[in-house]
């Protein structure tokens, strides 16, 4: 009896569950977004970001996506100037105090805001709506040892970060931190 009531039972709830997934689902779309997918995704070489505008104008649709693309890849970069700042930081105990590292953090900042406008837009699409407005969507990237480079050519040029400074353990950290990108 045990064995037909617990048989029973998983029939219900197996029904149950499959008639909530369908009733969730029912009228649900898919939608493909241009300029996404795997190759627009930032890997162990490469930060990307998907902007999309919308406007009236095209030039002000793409204007719109560049800027959204940029201020994400923005976001991006720096939370892993941040994570790699941290981690070279303490596992390296290169003696960098927090004025240092307050300063290398300055310095990283400056860095990615400049290579922020010398992105490379990878993707560029646009949509006309049916309204007659226009839709685009652009992804652009930045090469991670580029990066890297331009951060350790302008520690070069500081005298005080340059003493604490060490580029292969910075280097390191950053490619790990690229690595889990993937």
Do not use: W
Not at 39 to 60: C, M, N
Not at 105 to 126: H, P, S
Not at 163 to 170: A, G, P, Q, R
């Amino acid at each position: 009896m045990k064995k037909v009531f617990i048989c029973v039972a998983v029939a219900l709830m197996t029904i149950a569950c499959s008639s909530k997934k369908e009733a969730v689902h029912k009228g649900d779309v898919t939608v493909n977004v241009p300029c996404s997918g795997k190759e627009y995704r930032s890997d162990k070489d490469h930060l990307r970001a998907l902007g999309t505008g919308y406007a009236t104008s095209l030039q002000i649709a793409r204007d719109k996506a560049l800027v959204a693309a940029r201020a994400e890849l923005g976001t991006q970069v720096s939370a892993l100037m941040k994570r790699v700042t941290d981690n070279y930081a303490s596992s390296y105990e290169i003696g960098m105090d927090e004025e240092s590292k307050g300063k290398f953090q300055d310095l990283t900042r400056q860095v990615v805001n400049q290579e922020l406008n010398g992105t490379i837009v990878i993707c560029d699409e646009t949509q006309r709506t049916q309204d007659g407005k226009y839709r685009c969507y652009v992804v652009v990237e930045l090469v991670g040892t580029d990066l890297v480079n331009k951060v350790a050519n302008s520690v070069k040029n500081n005298d005080k970060l340059r003493i604490d400074y060490e580029y292969e353990k910075f280097k390191e950290e950053f490619e790990k931190e690229m690595s889990k990108l993937q």
